[in-house]
């Protein structure tokens, strides 16, 4: 059975950095994209990040870009999402999923989903 397992959320001050771990087990990953989805209250879960497992190539959303970094580890089969310079509105729950196609950008195409770690900012 597929778990991917997130942490590293918290409370952190607005300039402020956090680093988000992804803990994927239950079979091999490398034919598989790893995503970053957030979730704010009342809001539509938006796409944040990805990275395939075999080439590493990295997507963002243009509202992290220059901000946010998302890398993976494949010994530790992890997947990181390095956020530096948070702002109030990057304030959500954050998911981590995984994709077996090239869609990466797009809820419905991730067959895989943690549980979520809460990351809030304040200003």
């Known amino acids: 059975q597929v778990q991917l397992v997130e942490s590293g959320g918290g409370l952190v001050q607005a300039g402020g950095s956090l680093r988000l771990s992804c803990a994927a087990s239950?079979?091999?990953?490398?034919?598989?994209?790893m995503g970053w989805f957030r979730q704010a209250p009342g809001k539509e879960r938006e796409f944040v990040a990805a990275?395939?497992?075999?080439?590493?190539?990295?997507y963002y959303a243009d509202s992290v870009k220059g901000r946010f970094t998302i890398s993976r580890e494949k010994v530790k089969n992890t997947v990181y999402l390095q956020m530096i310079s948070l702002k109030p509105e990057d304030t959500a729950v954050y998911y981590c999923?995984?994709?077996?196609?090239?869609?990466?950008?797009?809820?419905?195409?991730?067959?895989?989903w943690g549980q979520g770690t809460q990351v809030t900012v304040s200003s």
């Open positions: 990275i395939t497992w075999g080439g590493g190539n990295t």
């Open positions: 999923a995984a994709t077996r196609t090239r869609v990466v950008v797009t809820t419905g195409y991730y067959d895989y």
């Open positions: 239950g079979r091999t990953f490398s034919s598989y994209a």
